[in-house]
């Protein structure tokens, strides 16, 4: 399974920016769907996550800014993100939890996007 994230870039302070994550190849099934974040010595946190029944969990300081979203069909992850302020510079990366079919058997699934990096501009 194989995550394409795309959408980060470099963005004034109050812009937004909207990222997309893809996911593909042997899924049988996505629960949760989720967005974190991490800067260069600090641990990975989570952003923002949407199960399949879309139920919602922000991080404190994202919400009222951020919305996350999926389409099931797809199976694509969307995490709109306005009034971006320089405390939100960070690579962030997708997160995708369910189920793969592998030979035929049904395995745990985990896997991470590789990043996209967002920059606020003071």
């Known amino acids: 399974v194989q995550l394409v994230e795309s959408g980060g870039g470099l963005v004034q302070a109050g812009g937004s920016l909207r990222l997309s994550c893809e996911a593909s190849?042997?899924?049988?099934?996505?629960?949760?769907m989720g967005w974190y974040r991490q800067v260069p010595g600090k641990q990975r946190e989570l952003v923002a996550a949407?199960?399949?029944?879309?139920?919602?969990n922000y991080a404190d300081s994202v919400k009222g800014r951020f919305t996350i979203s999926r389409d099931n069909p797809k199976n694509t992850v969307y995490l709109q993100m306005n009034s971006l302020a320089p405390e939100d510079t960070a690579v962030y990366y997708c997160?995708?939890?369910?189920?793969?079919?592998?030979?035929?058997?049904?395995?745990?699934?985990?896997?991470w996007g590789t990043g996209t990096l967002v920059t606020v501009s003071s």
């Open positions: 997160n995708v939890g369910g189920k793969e079919l592998v030979s035929g058997q049904l395995r745990n699934l985990e896997v």
């Open positions: 949407i199960t399949s029944g879309g139920k919602t």
């Open positions: 190849g042997s899924i049988f099934s996505i629960n949760a």
